[in-house]
């Protein structure tokens, strides 16, 4: 019976980490002086950091969302993702120009 309760413990930490913001990448082997972004297949030196075109920010050692992602905001508002400053923007439904206030978010 404990090996069914720690199993369930493990696959709950398990769906947690699944949804987080964040993503390690395989250690550097020794000598490596530079890596390569997993989405846009571009070079870095070891120990920079970067933006990538899938608004991730990068290191050799890993990656993480750049932006948040609004979940609460007035049912009269949408949310649009602008990817070139890697945010999303939430406005009137029928008025873009008329921001609405965000009440909650994930990510960043």
Same mark, same amino acid.
């Given at each position: @019976?404990?090996?069914?309760?720690?199993?369930?413990?493990? /696959?709950?930490?398990?769906?947690?980490?699944?949804?987080?913001?964040?993503?390690?990448?395989?250690?550097?082997?020794?000598? @490596?002086?530079?890596?390569?972004? #997993?989405?846009?297949?571009?070079?870095?030196?070891?120990?920079?950091?970067?933006?990538?075109?899938?608004?991730?920010?990068?290191?050799?050692?890993?990656?993480?969302?750049? /932006?948040?992602?609004?979940?609460? +905001?007035?049912? #009269?508002?949408?949310?649009? /993702? #602008?990817? =070139? =400053?890697?945010? +999303?923007?939430?406005?009137?439904?029928?008025?873009?120009?008329?921001?609405?206030?965000?009440?909650?978010?994930?990510?960043?």
């Amino acid at each position: @019976m404990e090996k069914y309760l720690a199993l369930a413990l493990l /696959f709950c930490a398990l769906a947690s980490l699944s949804d987080a913001s964040c993503y390690a990448k395989a250690p550097l082997q020794p000598g @490596m002086t530079h890596c390569q972004d #997993d989405s846009d297949n571009t070079w870095h030196p070891v120990g920079s950091s970067w933006r990538n075109s899938k608004c991730l920010d990068c290191s050799c050692n890993g990656c993480c969302q750049a /932006f948040t992602t609004p979940t609460r +905001f007035p049912s #009269d508002c949408v949310s649009v /993702f #602008d990817s =070139a =400053a890697c945010k +999303f923007i939430v406005h009137k439904r029928d008025d873009p120009t008329q921001l609405c206030p965000i009440y909650g978010g994930v990510g960043k």
